[in-house]
Structure formats: C-alpha cells, structure tokens
C-alpha cells in the first residue's frame, strides 16, 4: 500500500490543469467519495494492525499534498484571472463601506411614521410645477410677494414653469384627483431662492398634511398637532397656536413647542422665551377646496406644513443648515445609531 501512495504521490505533484474544468476534474478522480484517495482510505481498514500508523501518516501525507495540489493550481487560474484586460479598475476598491441614512431622511421617515399612526398616507408631487398648483390654487393673489422673482425659481424666463416653493403644490394635485375623505402626508424638497448662509439655502424639505371629510374641525386638527408634537418630541411637549396669515388656509396658526433643549425654562435657543416655532397651519380656505372641485359647503379640512431641517435642527441641534447638504462624511456618521 505504502508504495501506491507513493507512486500517487509523485503523479501529483505533476499535476497539470489548463482551465478550471480540468481541475475539477482532478479533484473528483482524487479528493471526491469514489475518488482514488477515498478508495484507499478505504482499503486502510484492512491493514495490518502493526502497519496502520506508518500506513496512516502517509494517508494524510498524500491527503494533505493533493489539497495543497489544488488549491495550488487554482490560485493560478485566479491570479491569471486579476491582470484579464477587462478588470474593471474603476470600480470601489473593497472593503465597500456601508453608509447610513441622511438625518434628513430620518427625520422625515419618523414624522411620516406619526401621521401614519393617525391614518395619513404618503403623497408625493412634481418639483417642477406650474404656477396653479404653487400660487394660484392655493389662493395667492395675482400680486403676492411670495410669487416674486427674489423667492421664486423660474424656468428659462417662463412665468408658468417654476421648482415648488412648497410642498402645499401637493394638496391641489391630490385634492383635483381624489374625492374626501382624503388624509395625506406630503414630503419633498423645495427650492427658494434666498442667499445662503447658515439658516437659510436655496434648496430645504418640507412636509405638508392634509385632511378633508366631513365636519373637519379646528379641534381635529388641534389634537393631531398635540400628538404630533409629543411623539415627535416627549411625551411632556406643550404647544402654542398663534394666529397668523396663508392664503390657502383661514383661520391660519402657527405652532409653537415648548423649547425642548431648555424644557421651556428660556435658553438661548429659544432666545429665552421657552417657546420655538415649528409649523404653519390652519383650516382649508373654501375657496382652495372649491379650486380643486371640492364642494366647500360638505367639506372642510386642515392643512399644516413643516420645514424638515427645522424639526432636525430641534432635534439634533445642528447649527448650521448647510451641514445638510456639503455630505461631510465626519457628520454624517454621527447619525449612524440613529438609524
Ligand atoms: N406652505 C407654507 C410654507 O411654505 C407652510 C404651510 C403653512 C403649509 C400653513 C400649510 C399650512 O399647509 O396650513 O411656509
């Protein structure tokens, strides 16, 4: 026996293989069940006793070399297979990092988890838009600051083609497409053009919701600004509703939140007054709901919208709004536990 293994030996390590078929095919005549080293392990149950040790080491001997064979050979075929013309050396090199998500996309993803908890789903709208679902559905009059070329970007110099100001462009196209009840939460980015500095850029996100049925109320919409707040914030958030002015909305509010870095005991922050402004929001105007063939003497509805930076900013404290948007990897990877 002990001169088989040896003869095996010898053949191989002469073992030759052009291409990786061939060397699996070495592998199955020697290493696979039926395979010649197999069968001999086999006959080794009828070696002498006196015999099996010397019998056995050169077993494994022969075992250990005809793996070592292959893996040999294979590497070959694998380092031919590294310098092939058609490598692609543009691609990342490993180990490929994996990324998190955008804190801006966190914080839109919990405030969207909320309104669905209450029955909202999502609606998304056009970037580019025309001027009757930005301005004049929602009731701005002809001659509205807010149409103004210093906040609106306007495409190649038509008054018609324009990138949304807000997210409310949304509310129109749902409302002309869906009959109420309709319960829709809408987020996007949105673009202004105001100069860039730490608190303000050209580009941001919002979220805009939106509720009409039947018997819509102020206190509807309270109760879903109160329970937004505390899930958002804590469980013990306070909010504010100041009366304030949009077009499409009347009676329009503003909400405050007690300020949830100093808990409503005056911080710079909150310039000392406990109290930080988050939304904008009010009751449909009639005349929106009628702009969207919706009968305002059946239906009424609220309408709120948000600033998403805003929101993260309260929750995350960033200070400067253009940390946003630059993809700076060191603050970017402060997010990763968050997600
Ligand atoms: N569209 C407003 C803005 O961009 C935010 C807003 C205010 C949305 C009041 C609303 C609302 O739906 O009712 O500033």
Request: glycine share 6%; with cysteine; aromatic share 10%.
């Amino acid at each position: 026996m002990i001169n088989k293994i040896n003869a095996l030996l010898k053949e191989i390590e002469n073992l030759k293989a052009a291409n990786a078929e061939e060397l699996e095919a070495l592998r199955i005549k020697y290493l696979s069940k039926k395979g010649e080293i197999s069968l001999l392990m086999n006959d080794f149950r009828n070696v002498a006793a006196d015999q099996k040790r010397e019998v056995g080491q050169h077993l494994n001997k022969l075992k250990e070399a005809t793996q070592n064979r292959i893996n040999e050979l294979k590497a070959g075929f694998e380092n031919v297979q590294m310098t092939n013309d058609d490598i692609d050396l543009t691609r990342t090199a490993y180990p490929i990092e994996l990324g998190t998500r955008h804190p801006l996309s966190l914080v839109k993803k919990e405030i969207c988890d909320i309104f669905g908890r209450l029955g909202f789903s999502i609606a998304e709208g056009p970037e580019i838009e025309d001027d009757w679902h930005v301005f004049s559905s929602l009731n701005f009059a002809e001659d509205h600051p807010a149409r103004d070329m210093q906040d609106t970007f306007f495409i190649q110099h038509n008054p018609d083609v324009l990138l949304r100001t807000h997210t409310s462009s949304v509310q129109t196209r749902v409302m002309e497409n869906q009959e109420p009840p309709i319960r829709i939460i809408c987020p996007g980015r949105v673009y202004r053009n105001e100069a860039i500095s730490y608190r303000a850029h050209c580009f941001f996100h919002q979220v805009e919701a939106l509720y009409v049925d039947k018997n819509v109320s102020f206190a509807d919409l309270k109760q879903a600004l109160l329970f937004f707040a505390k899930e958002m914030f804590s469980a013990d958030t306070k909010i504010r509703l100041r009366p304030s002015y949009f077009p499409f909305t009347e009676p329009s509010a503003e909400m405050d939140i007690s300020c949830n870095i100093c808990g409503g005991k005056g911080c710079p922050f909150c310039k000392g007054t406990g109290w930080v402004e988050i939304l904008g929001c009010g009751m449909v105007d009639p005349n929106v709901l009628e702009n969207c063939g919706i009968d305002s003497k059946v239906y009424s509805g609220y309408a709120l919208g948000m600033g998403i930076e805003r929101i993260t900013n309260l929750k995350y404290q960033v200070k400067d709004l253009r940390m946003f948007s630059e993809n700076d990897i060191r603050f970017l990877r402060q997010f990763e536990s968050a997600n």
